[in-house]
């Protein structure tokens, strides 16, 4: 399958500095990326959909001010956040898909992930 | 709204098979996935099933649907104890969300 990576994979920082978390699609164009966040012991939480060129759509409850999500070319799309506080530390995931999102059966490739801490 | 449930833990003993259950309640979806999480990596794509299908079977993965019941299961045969991980069930709808349930936390003893 396509291959997706994510840098740092791992990131230690102090409260109130700005950690930005780059997304590549390694082989493949990805049109559409995924942003999300994993708690300890539980599921994906979605946090936004970005398309190539446009603007993130935020899920409810995400602060996008807080989580700035950039898509600027087909192959890389960046996660900041802002202001990092120790909640915002968390495990975040994200993924790519080659297709708009509007034809069936396009797959969903995920990135190693990246494990914020925020002392 | 959509929601994905599965047990969260599963223990079986070395060669045994394992069943994972999950239920969903959106009765249109269209894909429905098992993605596998080692610890500290991200998800691996198991196999998917299409919601027309009742049965796939790929080597020692077999994937059950029943869409009446809004029922997805995974069994593993020979079940080995690289297949310790956290298992993921998902089902994409309208669009292109996806929605995941909470993973079930697979042990397996030697």
């Known amino acids: 399958g396509a291959v997706v990576s994510q840098h740092p994979s791992r990131v230690i920082c102090k409260s109130g500095t700005s950690v930005k978390i780059e997304c590549r699609s390694l082989?493949?164009?990805?049109?559409?990326m995924f942003w999300y966040r994993q708690f300890p012991k539980q599921s994906l939480m979605l946090m936004a959909t970005s398309n190539e060129g446009s603007k993130a759509t935020y899920e409810q409850g995400v602060e996008k001010d807080k989580f700035l999500i950039n898509h600027a070319s087909l192959t890389l799309s960046t996660l900041t956040v802002t202001s990092a506080h120790p909640e915002d530390s968390s495990f975040y995931i994200c993924s790519a898909s080659s297709i708009s999102g509007k034809e069936l059966g396009n797959e969903q490739f995920f990135g190693p992930g990246t494990r914020l801490t925020v002392l | 709204g959509e929601d994905v449930e599965q047990s969260l833990f599963l223990s079986v003993r070395e060669g045994d098979s394992s069943v994972i259950n999950c239920t969903y309640t959106d009765s249109s979806s269209t894909y429905l996935y098992w993605y596998k999480q080692e610890p500290g990596a991200g998800l691996q794509l198991l196999t998917y099933?299409?919601?027309?299908?009742d049965m796939k079977q790929d080597q020692r993965l077999t994937v059950l649907l029943n869409k009446k019941d809004k029922h997805l299961s995974l069994r593993i045969a020979d079940t080995q104890t690289g297949d310790s991980a956290i298992y993921f069930c998902?089902?994409?709808?309208?669009?292109?969300?996806?929605?995941f349930g909470a993973g079930t936390r697979l042990f397996v003893k030697a």
């Open positions: 998902a089902e994409r709808s309208r669009g292109f969300k996806t929605i």
């Open positions: 082989d493949f164009q990805a049109t559409t």
């Open positions: 099933i299409f919601s027309n299908m």
